[in-house]
């Protein structure tokens, strides 16, 4: 397996949102493929375990504070914009605080770190840009208001940054799972179970993947995967685009 992996040596990678979820997995695959991995988490006893486990550095930061992304590294050649939340109520009772932190999170940090890399990866004349955006940036959901703003947002974002970037060797694209075994879908399960009266499996099926044509969750492993394959040099002309594993959902 391991040897079917691009060559990532002598690359840096930072990884947000990387104690946990996609992120974790994501810092696992790029130091699997030789990179040497910055993990940053908002939970710094995460961070540092992730990154005892890979051999990288660990960095507790708070993304909603534009200071703590400034204190972020630098001179990085991969970036992986990987750190999220959620939150779910109608568009009429939306807690105004919890939309804004939630952009700032998930749009002004990503956007914060483009600023803070780019001109190292420009200089080096190669750059990836894998930033983990959603189904939910390419469709619609009732009652998450912030987030599908925030990941149409980041999709935005990538774009310009894949325009900009590409006389500089960087790319930038997006990857755009469906539901994903994370802790954050886990408790989405458990909230939906007792608002509906029923089990964690009727959720999935009856709830979470009603437009999924394939009816299991990804794995975190499996969208890693792919952030590694958008590294490698076969993908040297793939950017500015949305990589769905949405299951089909995009399909129907």
Same mark, same amino acid.
């Given at each position: 397996?391991?040897?079917?992996?691009?060559? $990532?040596?002598?690359? +840096?990678?930072?990884?947000?949102?990387?104690?946990?979820?996609?992120?974790?997995?994501?810092?696992?695959?790029?130091?699997?493929?030789?990179?040497?991995?910055?993990?940053?988490?908002?939970?710094?006893?995460?961070?540092?375990? +992730?990154?005892?486990?890979?051999?990288?550095?660990? &960095?507790?930061?708070?993304?909603?504070?534009?200071?703590?992304?400034?204190?972020?590294?630098? /001179?990085?050649?991969?970036?992986?914009?990987?750190?999220?939340?959620?939150? +779910?109520?109608?568009?009429?009772?939306?807690?105004?605080?919890?939309?804004?932190?939630?952009?700032?999170?998930?749009?002004?940090?990503?956007?914060? $770190?483009?600023?803070?890399? %780019?001109?190292?990866?420009?200089?080096?004349?190669?750059?990836?840009?894998?930033?983990?955006?959603?189904?939910?940036?390419?469709?619609?959901?009732?009652?998450?208001?912030?987030?599908?703003?925030?990941? &149409?947002? %980041?999709?935005?974002?990538?774009?310009?940054?894949?325009?900009?970037?590409?006389?500089? /060797? +960087?790319?930038?694209?997006?990857?755009?799972?469906?539901?994903?075994?994370?802790? %954050?879908?886990?408790?989405?399960?458990?909230?939906?179970?007792?608002? &509906?009266?029923?089990?964690?499996?009727?959720?999935?099926?009856?709830?979470?993947?009603?437009?999924?044509?394939?009816?299991?969750?990804?794995? !975190?492993?499996?969208?890693?995967?792919?952030?590694?394959?958008?590294?490698?040099? &076969?993908?040297?002309?793939?950017?500015?685009?949305?990589? !769905? %594993?949405? /299951?089909?959902?995009?399909?129907?």
């Amino acid at each position: 397996m391991t040897s079917q992996l691009p060559s $990532l040596r002598e690359r +840096v990678a930072l990884v947000t949102g990387g104690g946990s979820g996609i992120g974790r997995a994501c810092a696992i695959a790029l130091a699997e493929a030789g990179a040497t991995v910055h993990v940053v988490d908002i939970d710094v006893e995460s961070a540092e375990a +992730v990154a005892a486990l890979v051999g990288g550095r660990a &960095h507790g930061a708070d993304l909603a504070d534009p200071a703590a992304v400034r204190g972020l590294p630098a /001179g990085v050649d991969i970036l992986v914009n990987s750190a999220g939340l959620q939150y +779910v109520a109608p568009l009429t009772t939306f807690p105004v605080e919890r939309f804004a932190r939630i952009q700032q999170v998930m749009v002004t940090a990503p956007f914060l $770190l483009l600023r803070h890399v %780019l001109p190292h990866m420009y200089a080096g004349g190669w750059g990836r840009v894998v930033n983990i955006s959603s189904v939910h940036g390419l469709r619609a959901s009732a009652f998450k208001s912030a987030y599908v703003a925030a990941k &149409h947002a %980041l999709e935005g974002l990538s774009k310009v940054a894949a325009i900009e970037g590409a006389p500089y /060797g +960087v790319t930038s694209n997006c990857i755009c799972p469906g539901y994903v075994r994370t802790p %954050l879908v886990e408790a989405q399960i458990e909230q939906q179970a007792a608002a &509906h009266g029923i089990s964690a499996e009727d959720v999935l099926s009856e709830v979470l993947l009603t437009r999924s044509a394939i009816k299991r969750l990804i794995e !975190p492993e499996e969208v890693a995967a792919a952030a590694v394959w958008l590294c490698g040099p &076969h993908a040297d002309y793939l950017t500015g685009a949305s990589l !769905p %594993l949405d /299951g089909g959902w995009g399909a129907a």
